[in-house]
């Protein structure tokens, strides 16, 4: 049985840094993509970013520049380094992993595929 975990979200005011963390369990192989994906209240779903097994990495629109996805395989873990917060990025932060041709492909991964942590609350205060 495959688990998604995250952990590090927070509460930091504008222009500050986060840096979350995602652990695989399960799979019995590395040949899957992990991303972040992100959603705000009454807003929607949104792709931060995702990297493939051989560590190439997509980022959603408007997130490259601030947002560095990072994964170490030997520890089926997965990074997001956010630096530059604002108060827009304020939102339910979750980690998915799942069989996948791309990184960039996996970005369009819809919620009801693959395997999902409960998400972590990022908090950005201006």
């Known amino acids: 049985q495959v688990q998604v975990v995250e952990s590090g979200g927070g509460s930091v005011q504008a222009g500050g840094s986060l840096r979350l963390s995602c652990v695989v369990s399960g799979f019995t192989h590395n040949h899957y993509c992990m991303g972040w994906f992100r959603q705000a209240p009454g807003k929607e779903h949104e792709a931060v970013a995702a990297v493939d097994m051989d560590s190439r990495q997509a980022y959603g629109d408007s997130m490259e520049g601030r947002f560095t996805i990072s994964r170490d395989t030997t520890k089926n873990t997965l990074f997001l380094q956010m630096n530059n917060l604002r108060a827009n990025d304020t939102a339910m932060y979750f980690c998915?992993?799942?069989?996948?041709?791309?990184?960039?492909?996996?970005?369009?991964?819809?919620?009801?595929?693959?395997?999902w942590g409960r998400g972590t609350q990022v908090t950005v205060s201006s």
């Open positions: 998915a992993a799942d069989h996948c041709f791309s990184a960039f492909g996996f970005l369009r991964l819809p919620r009801t595929n693959g395997f």
